[in-house]
C-alpha cells in the first residue's frame, strides 16, 4: 500500500512508479479523509509507503491531517517507508514524518527517502523554462529507480539529503502559517468561473462567490494546485507566480 498527496502530479507520479515496481496499491490520502476511509489491515511484510511533497520543510497540512487520524493494524512485521519529494531542500520533513508516525502507530520508518523534483512554490522559484524544468524530471528517474532497489530488499536507513538542525522545525512551521495565508492570491480578469478550482481544491477550501473563487484560510493547504491547474491561468499569489509559469508533472 502506498499512500500519496500531490498537488500537481510529482508525487503522484512517484507513488505510482514504485506502486508498479513493488505491486502496490496507491491510495490517495485526500479520496481517504474526504470518505472517511482511515483504518487500514497491514498484511505480512508489505511495504507501505507514503508519498509526500515537502511543504516549508514539514509535511503539507493535509498529510499531517491524514497521519494524525489514521488507523494502521499492523502485526508488526511490515517495512515503512517515506518518500518526500522536494524542489530545493526537504529539510525536516523525515523527522516530521517519522514522529506523526510513531505518535499514531509506536513505530518508526524503516527507510526515508527523497526525490528531487520541480519546486511548485511559484511565488520563489521560476518554471517557466520548461526544458529546464524537463531535466529536473529526468533526472529525477534513477532517483525513483534507486528506491524501488532499495524498497524491493526491504533496506533500512536515512537517505533523506539536506537535513537541518530540528530547532528550526517551528520556525519553518511559522513560516508555512504565513505562506498559508489566502490574502495574497488574487484572481485576474481572465477568469471565466469554471469552479475547476473549487472542484479540485484537495481541502475543500475554495467556493465560487459570483463566479470568483474565494479562499477558505484556516481550510487551505496552500498547495497551489489551483493557481497551476487553472486553464486560463486566472489565479495568482503574491506579485511573482505570472512570471513564474505554470507547472504540472508531465505524466499528470
Ligand atoms: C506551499 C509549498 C511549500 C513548499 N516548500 C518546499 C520546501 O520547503 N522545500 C522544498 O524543497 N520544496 C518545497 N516545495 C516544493 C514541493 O515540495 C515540490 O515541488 C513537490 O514535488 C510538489 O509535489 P506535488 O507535485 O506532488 O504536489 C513547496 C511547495 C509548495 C506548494
Known amino acids: ?35 472517511g476511509r482511515l483504518s487500514f489491515e497491514i498484511q505480512t511484510d508489505e511495504r507501505v509507503g507514503f508519498v509526500f511533497p515537502t ?47 510513531y505518535a499514531r502507530t509506536g513505530r518508526k520508518f524503516d527507510a526515508r527517502f527523497g526525490v528531487k523534483m520541480p519546486d511548485t512554490w511559484t511565488p ?3 518554471l ?8 529536473i524530471n529526468d533526472r529525477a528517474e534513477p532517483q525513483i529507480d534507486r528506491i524501488i532497489q532499495r524498497a524491493r530488499h526491504y533496506t533500512g536507513g536515512n537517505y533523506l539529503k539536506s537535513r537541518v538542525p530540528r530547532f528550526l522545525i517551528p520556525i519553518f512551521e511559522k513560516y508555512y502559517d ?33 463566479g470568483t473563487p474565494v479562499w477558505t484560510t484556516d481550510r487551505c493547504a496552500m498547495c497551489l494546485g489551483c493557481l497551476h491547474r487553472c486553464p486560463h491561468f486566472a489565479i495568482q499569489y503574491g506579485k511573482n507566480t505570472q512570471k513564474h509559469g505554470q507547472y504540472l508533472n508531465p505524466h499528470t
Not at 73 to 96: E, L, R
Not at 128 to 135: F, G, P, T, Y
Open 124 to 126: 520563489m522559484f521560476d
Open 55 to 101: 511543504y516549508a520543510w514539514g509535511l503539507p497540512s493535509v498529510a499531517q491531517e491524514f497521519m494524525q487520524r489514521m488507523e494502521l493494524h499492523t502485526n508488526g512485521s511490515a517495512y515503512f517507508y517515506f518518500v518526500a519529494t522536494f524542489g530545493t531542500t526537504p529539510g525536516t520533513i523525515g523527522y516530521t514524518a517519522n514522529q506523526q508516525l
Open 1 to 35: 500500500m502506498i499512500f500519496y498527496f500531490s498537488a500537481t502530479g510529482n508525487s503522484k507520479y512517484v507513488a505510482n512508479r514504485l506502486a508498479r515496481a513493488l505491486d502496490s496499491e496507491i491510495v490517495s490520502i485526500v479520496d481517504c479523509l474526504k470518505n
Open 178 to 210: 504565513y505562506m498559508r495565508k489566502t490574502s495574497h492570491f488574487t484572481v485576474e480578469s481572465s477568469c471565466i468561473g469554471c469552479g475547476l478550482c473549487e472542484q479540485n481544491c484537495p481541502a475543500d477550501a475554495i467556493r465560487l462567490e459570483n
Open 128 to 135: 517557466s523554462d520548461k526544458e529546464k524544468v524537463q531535466q
